[in-house]
């Protein structure tokens, strides 16, 4: 059975460009988190989708947003980036809505010059 | 007060040893309670669940105590292969947040 998968594996953009970053969950699951982990910090949590819906974001500024389409899979977009955006961003799925026990992809290395 | 705090170590052991990971939690209110484990480099991997009984799996031990908000991790025998960062998780909010907390992370290194 496939893992979670995330592409691209990296990303190098300039600052007040916009990337987009892409997650296929595990199959049957239904709930995509997306976090960002920056160097020396722990998992932030920002955006948690769950049947096509936003059901919750952390604390983070309305230019991160994303969506999740009816094949569950779900993008991540971060507009006008700024350099503290680099970072690595880890998708997750789970099978019980409410993210109790993540499967992570490998995640996306975001670096913004 | 942080709302998951770990120490960062990091904590350098031979093989064979003993060692125990704490990690304090801010809710009182919070309901579940995992380690994770991250290699250098991937993505965080499920390593156990904490039940309130504690529990057990193989050379790894996890307790919970509520009553001083803090959970533990407790690895026997350390291999070559435990060498890690190991995360503390909690489920702060329930599930209608839908947003794990996650530690920093305490990394271990096991040396031959």
């Known amino acids: 059975e496939a893992g979670v998968t995330q592409s691209p594996t990296h990303l190098i953009k300039t600052r007040g460009q916009q990337a987009t970053l892409r997650c296929s969950p595990i199959?049957?699951?239904?709930?995509v988190y997306w976090y960002q982990q920056a160097l020396g910090l722990g998992l932030q949590f920002l955006l948690w989708?769950?049947?096509?819906?936003?059901?919750n974001r952390g604390n983070f500024p309305p230019r991160f947003s994303g969506r999740q389409f009816p094949n569950y899979s779900s993008e991540l977009n971060v507009n006008a980036l700024e350099l503290e955006d680099s970072a690595l961003y880890l998708c997750?799925?789970?099978?019980?809505?409410?993210?109790?026990?993540?499967?992570f992809g490998s995640g996306t290395q975001l670096s913004v010059l | 007060r942080k709302e998951v705090e770990q120490d960062p170590g990091p904590f350098n052991v031979p093989e064979g040893a003993t060692v125990a990971f704490n990690c304090t939690y801010s809710?009182?209110?919070?309901?579940?309670f995992f380690w994770y484990r991250q290699d250098c480099r991937k993505e965080p991997k499920l390593l156990m669940s904490?039940?309130?009984s504690g529990n057990e799996d193989g050379r790894f031990t996890a307790q919970l105590n509520r009553a001083s908000q803090y959970i533990s991790l407790l690895i026997r025998d350390s291999k070559l292969s435990d060498s890690a960062t190991y995360l503390c998780?909690?489920?702060?909010?329930?599930?209608?947040?839908?947003?794990?907390?996650f530690g920093k992370g305490t990394k271990l290194s096991v040396k031959p």
């Open positions: 997750a799925s789970s099978l019980i809505q409410g993210g109790e026990k993540l499967f």
């Open positions: 199959s049957g699951h239904t709930s």
């Open positions: 989708y769950d049947e096509g819906e936003e059901r």
């Open positions: 809710n009182s209110a919070s309901q579940s």
């Open positions: 904490v039940y309130s």
């Open positions: 998780v909690v489920n702060m909010y329930g599930g209608s947040q839908g947003n794990l907390i």
